[in-house]
């Protein structure tokens, strides 16, 4: 079975800065993706950005330039580092994680976390 735990979200004015941290723990052999959605307010869940244990990227196009996802393969860690935040990106952030495990492959969510931007 494999966890993640989020951390990093919360009220920020227009134009400022978050970062969010997500890590995963449990019977994980070997990561694959580890990437960021969110849903926002009237909305279904987007991607927001992932990223592949090679370091190659996928981002939404709303948050190119904007925002940066990046990990750390031994701590199984992966995060979002969020600039020129806008109140559109107002939503709760999800975690996403697949990979190979004990005794099957897995894809799991994080619990999510609220991020509001004030206008």
């Known amino acids: 079975q494999v966890q993640l735990v989020e951390s990093g979200g919360g009220l920020v004015q227009a134009g400022g800065s978050l970062r969010l941290s997500c890590v995963a723990s449990?019977?994980?052999?070997?990561?694959?993706?580890m990437g960021w959605y969110r849903r926002t307010p009237g909305n279904q869940r987007e991607l927001v950005a992932i990223?592949?244990?090679?370091?190659?990227?996928d981002y939404a196009d709303s948050v190119l330039g904007r925002f940066t996802i990046s990990r750390d393969n031994r701590k199984n860690t992966v995060y979002l580092q969020m600039n020129s935040l806008r109140p559109e990106d107002t939503g709760v952030y999800y975690c996403?994680?697949?990979?190979?495990?004990?005794?099957?492959?897995?894809?799991?969510w994080g619990q999510g976390t609220l991020v509001t931007v004030s206008s």
């Open positions: 449990g019977s994980i052999a070997y990561m694959n993706t």
């Open positions: 990223m592949g244990t090679g370091g190659s990227t």
């Open positions: 996403n994680a697949r990979g190979r495990g004990f005794p099957a492959n897995f894809e799991e």
